[in-house]
């Protein structure tokens, strides 16, 4: 059994950045970052390999946030750059028991209690 735990998210202003943590107990092959606004569904944000380093972003984040991973600390992070407001919504951490990194929040077995970031002038 994996337990996640994330920290990090706040309020803060158009174009600022903010950084995301996930802190995992047990072993983890694929993490992910999703992100659920009010009324929206859940929709994948980023994702990584942990033996590799591999990693897939959605389309409207690629090139602003960056997955990254910390083997020592069995850490997941997602900094997130030129924050818009349309970002604003409960990020969560995922894991699943597979080396694939799905985009389908049906694929991931662990999820995280989530964290709220809000993007707002």
């Known amino acids: 059994q994996v337990q996640l735990v994330e920290s990090g998210g706040g309020l803060v202003q158009p174009g600022e950045s903010l950084r995301l943590s996930c802190v995992a107990s047990?072993?983890?092959?694929?993490a992910g970052w999703f992100r659920q606004a009010p009324g929206k569904e859940r929709e994948f944000v980023a994702g990584i390999r942990w033996r590799d380093g591999t990693t897939v972003y959605s389309d409207s984040v690629r090139g602003r946030f960056t997955i990254s991973r910390e083997y020592a600390a069995s850490s997941v992070y997602l900094q997130m750059n030129n924050l818009r407001p349309e970002e604003t919504a409960i990020y969560y951490c995922?894991?699943?028991?597979?080396?694939?990194?799905?985009?389908?929040?049906?694929?991931?077995?662990?999820w995280g209690q989530g964290t709220q970031v809000t993007v707002s002038s």
């Open positions: 995922a894991a699943r028991d597979d080396y694939i990194i799905s985009q389908m929040a049906s694929d991931y077995n662990y």
């Open positions: 047990g072993r983890i092959l694929t």
